[in-house]
C-alpha cells in the first residue's frame, strides 16, 4: 500500500522534522498544506465526519494560539521595537513568537493528521511491527479507548448531574464547586469499566498478547523511505548549519 501506516507515519516524522528546521513561512505554507490533505487527499482524510469536524476545530484553535504566542512574546520579550494602539510591540519578541507559534501549529497538525486518518487497529499492528512490547501495546490501546469514550461520559454525567440540580450552569464558584460532583463519578465509573473490561478479555483468554496477521504485515513503501531519509537530513541541516 503507497500510503498506509508506515508511509503516514514517516511523512508525520517529516513534517515534524520541517517544523523544527524551516523557516516560518514554510511551517505556515505546510500547515495550509496538512489542512487541505485532510479534506482532499484521501490516504489522510479523516475516519469519520465527526473526526473531520474536530480536527477543523483544533486547526482554527492551533491558529489562535499561534498568534496568542506571537502577541504574548513580541509585548514581552524587551528590544528595539514600536507602539500600535498604545501596545509596545518589540521587533526581536515578534520574530522570536512568530517562529515558536508556527513550530507548535505544524508540529501539533502533523501529529493529529496521522492520528485521524489512522485508526487503532492499524495503529497497534504499526507499534507491533516497530518491535514494541505486546503489553505495552495493550495499555495503549487501552488507553486510547478510555480516552476516546471520555466526551461521551463527561455529557452523560453532566446532564445527570443538572438533573439532581447541580449548578453546573451557573457562575464561576458554583461551577467549580460542582466540579468534584461531575470528576468523582467519572473516576469511580472509569476504574469500575476498568476491571470489568480486563476481566472479561481474560474469559476470553486474552493474554496480552496479539498477532499480526498476513495481510496486515506492510512494508514501508519507497515515499516512506524518502519522507524518512528528508527528515533525518532537515534535522542534521539544522543541527549542524544553524
Known sequence: MLFGTSTRFAFTFFLSACAFSLPWQLNIALAVFIVFLERMAKPFRARSSNIHRTFQRFAR???????????LNAVF???????????????????????????????????????????????????????????????????????????????QIFSAQEARGAPVRSHILARTRSFFSVLSPLVLSSLAESVERGTA?????????????????????????LFLLLGVLALLWKVLWK
Open 77 to 155: 520579550l524587551r528590544g528595539d521595537g514600536t507602539t500600535i494602539g498604545g501596545l509596545p510591540l518589540y521587533a526581536g519578541g515578534l520574530e522570536f513568537g512568530i517562529a515558536v507559534g508556527t513550530r507548535v501549529m505544524l508540529l501539533s497538525l502533523s501529529i493529529l493528521l496521522f492520528f485521524t486518518s489512522t485508526s487503532l487497529k492499524e495503529f497497534s499492528f504499526f507499534l507491533l511491527k516497530a518491535g514494541i512490547p505486546t503489553n505495552l501495546v495493550t495499555i495503549i490501546l487501552l488507553s486510547s479507548h478510555f480516552v476516546e469514550q471520555l466526551p461521551s461520559k463527561i455529557g
Open 201 to 225: 478479555l481474560e474469559l476470553r483468554g486474552f493474554h496480552g498478547q496479539l498477532r499480526i496477521r498476513k495481510n496486515d504485515n506492510e512494508r514501508l513503501s519507497l515515499p516512506g523511505y
Open 61 to 71: 484553535r492551533m491558529t489562535l494560539l499561534a498568534l496568542f504566542i506571537v502577541i
